[in-house]
């Protein structure tokens, strides 16, 4: 396994670095890409990961990823984590700036990124996994733009692995439902307080350990197991509106 390498988009916080750490810890070479660099160069201190600072928002940003790659590879692994929600606007009054930001950053960048890393594995073998959200399999009131960009991107994976069927690709799609990391809510509602209050009356959402440990396992099964597949939910969460405080 210790010549096994894998890429990990978002890596500087939350779900991303986490699954950076797991990973490592079960013998993978790891190369974590974000836009942060002292976040970056903190997580290979505290792991011995390698890293790139790229915007896979932009043909740069990836060009700039492909390149490092190149140099260090051959990838055996992509976890595509980079992602994110921005404002909870009603269809009604929808932000149209917020949608094409999700967009480029949910859909766009993880198109890209795979669609340039995806020869080489076609040619060796690989496994690519993609962060997708309890939200791209169901709606909620105040995410339509968020839940949009997540069901576009689970049309990736699961186009993908009719087109790639026979090949030595596997295609996993995780679906998380609440987990508290440190930026998400925030960087969605704006404020701590409120991203305090998406949990409140939860006593254990999952966290990113616990989705990092799904990435794991999924990697490190036999290369003829393909998990298509995961939805992750605490057991305090029934649905994406039902949750323990609601029923309290």
């Known amino acids: ?28 070479n790891v190369i974590a890409v974000a836009r942060r660099e002292d976040r970056l160069r903190s997580l290979a201190e505290e792991t011995g990961c390698r ?71 076609r040619e060796s073998g690989g496994a690519i996994v993609f962060m997708t959200s309890t939200a791209a399999h169901d709606t909620y009131p105040g ?34 439902g609440m987990v508290r990391t440190e930026e998400f809510s925030l960087n969605r509602l704006g404020s701590q307080e409120k991203a305090d209050a998406v949990y409140q009356g939860v006593n254990q959402p999952l966290v990113a350990e616990d989705i990092a440990e799904a990435v794991s396992w999924c990697l490190n099964l036999p290369d003829h197991v393909n998990i298509d597949s995961m939805i992750i939910r605490p057991v305090e969460q029934g649905t994406n509106t039902l949750t323990k405080r609601m029923r309290s």
């Open 143 to 176: 995410g339509g733009g968020y839940v949009a960009a997540k069901h576009a991107e689970r049309m990736i994976p699961l186009t993908m692995r009719q087109e790639l069927v026979g090949e030595p690709v596997r295609i996993m799609e995780i679906a998380p």
């Open 51 to 121: 890293f790139v600072v790229a915007d896979l928002t932009t043909e740069s940003g990836v060009a700039h990823l492909v390149e490092f790659v190149n140099e260090n590879g051959p990838v055996h692994a992509l976890v595509n984590n980079a992602g994110g929600a921005f404002g909870v606007d009603s269809i009604a009054e929808a932000d149209f700036g917020r949608w094409e930001k999700m967009f480029e950053l949910n859909v766009m960048a993880t198109l890209r990124v795979t669609r340039a890393l995806l020869p080489a594995m």
């Open 1 to 28: 396994m210790s010549n096994r390498n894998a890429v990990v988009t978002g890596a500087s916080s939350g779900i991303g670095r986490a699954t950076v750490k797991k990973l490592i810890d079960t013998g993978w």
